[in-house]
């Protein structure tokens, strides 16, 4: 399991950085948020793997470390999540008005010279 | 037993700006007299705030450390704010640069566009969070909501030169919040906390395979606090985007470039000090050749520009450059000096943003074509007649509010910039007790940074000459009170820098003192009880 994850969250990091070298805005704006999915799975394994595992304790029960999952990452992701998608739709619109200003999608705000 | 009011002093600064700003957004825009007076009262309030911590701190509480717990969750389990000496100076800081800001865009900028003083507001919430926080992710939360707001400010009075430097500018720190991200991830999964003084206090302990887990996930993190404070190779973003954004906006950017060199400094100072096993001194000489590389880099970029807005971002640079060589050389007696050199070259810096706009209004566009054509062409310009005719006013304090600009940013005498510069020299020098004597890296620091004062007056004094006796100027500018008071005020508080050196070193001393004793927080935050709930008292 941890090498499929680690893998996957490489690859989609991976897939992320080729994208944000790219020139157009959307393809920035795309691996931008690639590479944001690839660093939430990444908090989230780290609080170790685990199958089965509540992060709660059932009531009545002596908590025991052992068989419960960490909660403290899965409460980060869950705040990253929310600050990344706020931060990326307002690059958008910032994006949106760029296009529209320069009458270009290049990130330069200008077309290369062929 | 309730909790003295004076504890709670310790979250107004994050609490205050944040229900002013949201009060603020539903209001429309045409009521800018209301929007702007309670934004000015929330400023007024948070330098009182910070003032009365300032000497809460310095006289009061125990050690100088008082950690405030969100929801009262004791130390290492919820998230805990510090007030410490350093973090009210810095608090202090804050609210004096935003009154000055706040005033100057009182009769245009504030005006002009939505939402001005709503994210104003959010970006001193973002700020003041990141000095007060002693939580890692609480520190990211922070950042987060000071950049979100600083991109909203960047872009305000939109036009194609500040929507081009905004798509840099945000996606470099879109970039660099990831890797914040996945450095408090490392040092979660290898330590288990977040809490800065819990972390500081397992450190020493941890295993060799840990360790190095654990000071990966540290540079990592470090590399978004440095794009943020600009060291080199991550900086070059920094004088597009200060160049292109409004006067008010861009002095509140010179603070945030130094929140990073600040939070450098603490969480070095804090979990890697001198006595903290094998993870000792990691990373400082990083730092300090990685500040002195910024410095150069600065400096080359001062003397190839000739706009001042540029001009200003690369002295930014350099400043914050030396701060971080300052951080990385690993003397406690030149943190000191290193710390009233952060002060006065925040202050001067922000001041010469201000200044910047009134500058640019006696430029006129022929001027400005001239010095371009003198530069390609050398061309030798006849000087017209003098007329005999006296300076006006507005001319005789732009040129010498420039003039005092420049040579506090340069550092020569007789204001704070050569204090602050004389301090860490005066430290190189004497290391203090139990420091080895200045070797080859202590005289490179000094060579630089005296070649970086001797490059930023050349540079200011070409711009002066050109600008103020070259210029071909019609007639003089037309200045706005509320325009040249918070200006005036900057250069006031320099003055009362220099005037007043003594008592704000001692302070300093006092206060860079406590940042080399990491068991001090150790103590103070996870040893303060958390305040006994309403069952526990009536038992």
Redesign the interface.
């Known amino acids: 399991m941890e090498i499929v994850l680690s893998l996957a969250i490489g690859i989609v990091f991976g897939s992320g950085i080729w994208l944000v070298l790219r020139p157009r805005s959307f393809q920035v704006l795309t691996g931008l948020m690639l590479m944001s999915y690839a660093v939430n799975l990444f908090i989230f394994a780290m609080g170790r793997l685990s199958l089965d595992q509540p992060p709660l304790t059932p009531v009545g029960t002596v908590p025991d470390p052992a068989v419960l999952a960490d909660p403290v990452p899965q409460a980060l992701v869950l705040t990253a999540i929310v600050i990344g998608f706020a931060t990326t739709a307002l690059y958008l619109v910032v994006m949106i008005g760029a296009r529209g200003l320069s009458g270009t999608d290049h990130v330069d705000g200008e077309e290369p010279e062929t | 037993m309730s909790l003295d009011w004076t504890r709670h002093l310790v979250i107004v600064p994050i609490l205050l700006p944040l229900l002013c700003g949201a009060l603020l957004a539903p209001l429309t825009e045409g009521r800018h007299r209301l929007k702007f007076a309670a934004a000015y009262v929330s400023v007024c309030g948070l330098l009182a705030t910070a003032l009365a911590l300032v000497v809460f701190t310095d006289t009061r509480w125990p050690g100088g450390v008082q950690p405030y717990f969100a929801a009262n969750w004791a130390a290492p389990f919820g998230i805990a704010l510090v007030a410490d000496r350093l973090s009210a100076l810095m608090l202090v800081l804050t609210a004096l640069l935003a009154l000055a800001a706040l005033h100057y865009a009182q009769p245009r900028w504030g005006r002009i566009g939505v939402h001005f003083h709503s994210l104003f507001q959010f970006l001193l919430m973002g700020i003041n969070g990141a000095f007060l926080t002693h939580d890692l992710?609480n520190l990211?939360?922070f950042f987060?909501v000071m950049?979100?707001a600083s991109?909203?400010l960047v872009?305000h009075g939109?036009?194609?030169a500040r929507?081009?430097a905004?798509?840099?500018y945000?996606?470099v720190n879109?970039?660099a919040?990831?890797l914040f991200?996945?450095g408090?991830?490392?040092v979660?999964?290898t330590t288990g906390t977040?809490n800065m003084a819990d972390l500081a206090r397992r450190v020493g302990a941890l295993a060799p395979h840990s360790l190095g887990l654990l000071q990966a996930g540290v540079a990592v993190m470090a590399l978004a606090f440095l794009a943020k404070g600009a060291m080199w190779p991550l900086g070059f973003w920094l004088p597009t985007t200060y160049a292109a954004a409004s006067p008010p906006v861009a002095a509140m950017l010179v603070l945030m470039t130094k929140v990073g060199a600040y939070v450098v400094l603490r969480i070095w100072l804090l979990v890697f000090p001198e006595s903290a096993g094998a993870a000792a001194r990691f990373g400082y000489d990083a730092l300090l050749w990685g500040g002195m590389a910024t410095i150069v880099f600065g400096a080359a970029g001062m003397l190839a520009t000739d706009t001042l807005g540029r001009m200003a971002g690369y002295a930014a640079i350099v400043s914050s450059g030396t701060l971080l060589a300052v951080i990385g050389y690993g003397q406690p007696a030149l943190v000191k000096a290193g710390l009233y050199y952060f002060v006065a070259s925040t202050i001067a810096l922000s001041a010469f943003m201000l200044l910047g706009e009134l500058v640019d209004r006696i430029r006129t566009p022929a001027a400005a074509v001239l010095a371009l054509t003198a530069e390609a062409y050398a061309v030798e310009d006849t000087p017209a007649e003098p007329k005999g005719r006296g300076v006006p006013a507005a001319m005789a304090f732009l040129s010498l509010a420039f003039a005092a600009c420049a040579l506090m940013i340069a550092g020569l005498p007789p204001l704070s910039g050569f204090v602050a510069k004389f301090g860490m020299f005066h430290a190189l020098v004497n290391p203090g007790q139990g420091m080895p004597p200045i070797g080859a890296r202590g005289w490179t620091l000094m060579a630089l940074v005296i070649a970086s004062g001797l490059v930023a007056i050349v540079s200011l004094m070409r711009f002066g000459v050109r600008t103020f006796w070259a210029a071909d100027i019609l007639g003089p500018p037309r200045l706005h009170a509320a325009e040249v008071l918070p200006v005036a005020a900057l250069l006031a508080v320099s003055v009362l820098l220099t005037v007043q050196a003594e008592p704000v070193y001692r302070y300093l001393a006092r206060a860079g003192a406590d940042l080399h004793r990491p068991g001090l927080y150790i103590d103070r935050v996870l040893g303060t009880p958390p305040v006994p709930g309403p069952a526990a008292e009536a038992r």
């Open positions: 992710f990211f939360v987060e950049l979100a991109y909203g872009l939109y036009n194609v929507l081009r905004s798509m840099q945000i996606a879109l970039a919040s990831l991200l996945i408090v991830a490392l979660y999964a977040l």
